[in-house]
């Protein structure tokens, strides 16, 4: 693959593929959600996710020793995070992992900055398929910019 020609290159493809790992974690922990420790998996859960962004960033720059690179994969983590990567491999994963169906809506994500801010943005009153997959694609575009502003640096 001509795309995977730096190291760079190659530690966004495993930090995106971690956030797509998130989505299996996140399905395990499904029986834990319908208890009372819902809010204590919670906090393991984004503690974990933000960690394996914050291990990436500081091995890569060890390794590599530019700090712009290593923020650009910190920040693309983030941004992707937050644009619902994570949740729409969650969906993805579920159902071809346990045969559910995707939920036609998800109103948990509506007050969600980004992913309910995509939906009201597309006039809907809850946040849909369609429009986590297009608040994900705006995270990508945002996170293509923002990258390439920091290598520029």
């Known amino acids: 693959m001509s795309y995977l020609k730096t190291s760079f290159q190659r530690v966004l493809t495993v930090t995106i593929i971690s956030i797509l790992f998130l ?3 996140d399905i395990i922990g499904i029986p834990i959600w319908n ?3 819902v809010n ?9 996710a933000y960690s ?3 291990a990436i960033s500081i091995v890569y720059y060890i390794l590599a020793k530019d700090k712009s690179e290593a923020i650009a994969i910190f920040i693309t983590f983030l941004i992707l995070l937050k644009f ?5 491999s969650f969906y993805i994963f579920k159902n071809i992992l ?13 007050e969600h900055w ?5 939906a009201k943005i597309m006039g809907l009153s809850t946040v849909t398929p369609i429009s986590l997959v297009v608040s994900v694609s705006v995270g990508i575009g945002i996170t293509y910019f ?3 502003w920091l290598k520029g640096i």
Not at 84 to 88: A, E, F, P, T, V
Not at 104 to 110: G, I, R, T, V
Not at 114 to 118: L, N, P, T
Request: hydrophobic share 50%.
């Open 146 to 148: 923002v990258v390439k």
């Open 23 to 25: 989505g299996i974690v």
């Open 84 to 88: 619902g990567l994570q949740d729409l």
């Open 35 to 37: 208890t009372e420790s």
């Open 98 to 110: 346990q045969g559910v169906q995707i939920d036609a809506s998800m109103p948990h994500l509506y």
């Open 40 to 48: 204590l998996y919670g906090k393991i859960f984004w503690t974990f």
């Open 52 to 54: 394996i962004a914050i």
């Open 114 to 118: 980004s992913i309910g801010g995509v």
